[in-house]
């Protein structure tokens, strides 16, 4: 289907820093407006709730943020179902996201995990991207970066959605430094230039 005609690609990049933090990136291509939705399932045997910028969700055994980045982002908890065994159920919650974007649009969320006892809290910053050699802001169309502080842990993630730059171009991102589609810089170590280049 063309996209001219309403069609919709629909992309999911995963970025795990181990061991606790996974960064989602959804990306939705079309060239005419849409509503989009996303569905994440809980556990029955914990309970979840929202916060303004994040979703909690808390059982004895496990804790996990879902936080996002990108605003606006509408969220509700709705009843839903689990199965794990055939003509079996379970009563459960579910977060309905949605967003509405005129073409391009994206959707970047943080979940991080931690054991239940933990009173940790996850923090998530978007960051301004923009081009060392042309002197510009990127928009989030092309290219998009957080910065996540957990404890004494700090990371900054850079993703780029589409080819933004010359081979003789570098981003900067909070400070750090580095050209490629998905790079990570551990805040921690002291990384601002280069980065670990997931993809080039």
Known sequence: ?????????????????????????DEFYSGTPHDYE????????????CE?????????????????ATKPVEKKLIPSKIS?????YEENIALKTSIKAQGFASVLSVIS?????????????????????????????????VTIQKGDRAYTVVIAHEEYASPTDTFCADGCTGFGQVVVFDRTKGEDRIGSVLKW
């Open 1 to 25: 289907m063309s996209l001219k005609n309403g069609g919709v690609f629909i992309n999911r990049k995963i970025i795990y820093i181990k061991p606790d933090i996974y960064i989602l990136a």
């Open 38 to 49: 996303q569905y994440f399932h809980f556990n029955e045997k914990g309970k979840v709730h």
């Open 52 to 68: 303004e910028d994040r979703v909690i969700y808390q059982s004895s055994n496990n804790k996990a943020e879902l936080i996002f």
């Open 84 to 88: 794990r065994h055939y003509n079996q």
């Open 113 to 145: 995990v931690s054991d239940g006892n933990s009173t940790e809290i996850t923090e998530v910053k978007k960051v301004t991207v923009t081009s060392n050699f042309k002197n510009i802001v990127f928009e989030d169309k092309s290219i998009e970066g």
